[in-house]
């Protein structure tokens, strides 16, 4: 039933559509009309955008809404027959024809609320759709959905959709720990003698609490050096993924896509990580270079103090 529907319409449209066109318009709906009778429906829908661009009428727009249904691009299809109706066709004689339609588009269409605590951006498929939280029509099929925010790990779920669902998805980045500042060590008063007692005699004095050897502090700014490096260079093959992604969509550059971003955002956490670990040492490294007395004891690798 409603492929004879869409038959009719195409039928419908198609002559309401040639008592307007001319010139080039004409060539290009003509275009249009043979590629959508051969199924070749993404170059119908370029040969009808051209129609319209020279000669706007809204048979084209029905036209092309038309093709994005036959592709099971529901959502396109939809807010095409609304501007089918908005200029012109709701006043026509297949005004009810294209209501219909459009009636039987959007019981297909599917929706899914995406909610997340906190700032966020959602993003379907690779492409920004708005901030969270946000309920986004959503053709049948398979969509990756994500909630992003600067300086967390972002957080995605996979849907397969089919015709006329609707989801919930709370979906929460996680954000990166940093490391936590070292508690201070705890001051001991030495208790007073009693007031009776005699004065004790001065004795050695006590050596200087355990310090850390300048190599660790150095070696973890070596570290955080290499991984800002990593992750700064791993973030412009990412972004040059999502270009080439954004010219060419393809899954496989998809799924590249999102490797390398997984990758920049390990290595920026490990990053971060280790520049707090490097800010920690740095107020426990001994950097005076002075040899410690004779009675010091050497306890582990690079930590030196007295019992």
Request: hydrophobic share 40%; aromatic share 6%.
């Amino acid at each position: 039933m409603m492929r004879s529907m869409a038959v009719l319409l195409v039928l419908a449209l198609g002559g309401t559509a040639a008592a307007q066109k001319s010139g080039g318009a004409a060539s290009a709906f003509a275009r249009g009309q043979a590629l959508h009778a051969k199924g070749d429906y993404a170059a119908a829908i370029a040969a009808f955008e051209r129609a319209y661009k020279l000669k706007p009428h809204h048979a084209v727009l029905c036209s092309i809404a038309l093709c994005y249904e036959q592709m099971n691009r529901f959502v396109e299809a939809a807010e095409q027959y609304r501007r089918c109706l908005s200029e012109g066709a709701s006043r026509s004689a297949t005004g009810p024809t294209v209501v219909q339609a459009l009636k039987a588009v959007e019981a297909k269409i599917n929706y899914v609320e995406v909610k997340s605590s906190g700032p966020g951006v959602v993003y379907v498929d690779g492409t920004a759709l708005g901030p969270a939280p946000r309920r986004i029509p959503l053709d049948p099929g398979r969509h990756v959905v994500e909630v992003r925010r600067a300086g967390a790990i972002t957080a995605t779920a996979t849907v397969r959709l089919v015709s006329g669902e609707e989801r919930t998805l709370t979906l929460v980045p996680t954000e990166t720990a940093s490391t936590p500042t070292p508690p201070p060590l705890p001051v001991v008063a030495p208790a007073s003698a009693p007031a009776s007692a005699p004065a004790a005699p001065p004795g050695p004095r006590p050596s200087s609490r355990r310090r850390l050897s300048p190599a660790w502090f150095w070696t973890t700014v070596g570290l955080t050096a290499a991984l800002g490096v990593g992750a700064a260079v791993m973030g412009g093959l990412t972004y040059s993924t999502a270009s080439e992604y954004d010219k060419t969509p393809t899954k496989e550059g998809y799924d590249t896509f999102m490797t390398r971003r997984l990758a920049t955002n390990v290595l920026a956490g490990l990053a971060v990580a280790a520049a707090g670990t490097g800010t920690a040492l740095f107020f426990f490294t001994d950097f005076s270079g002075q040899r410690r007395r004779s009675d010091d004891v050497v306890a582990g690798v690079g930590l030196r103090g007295s019992f």
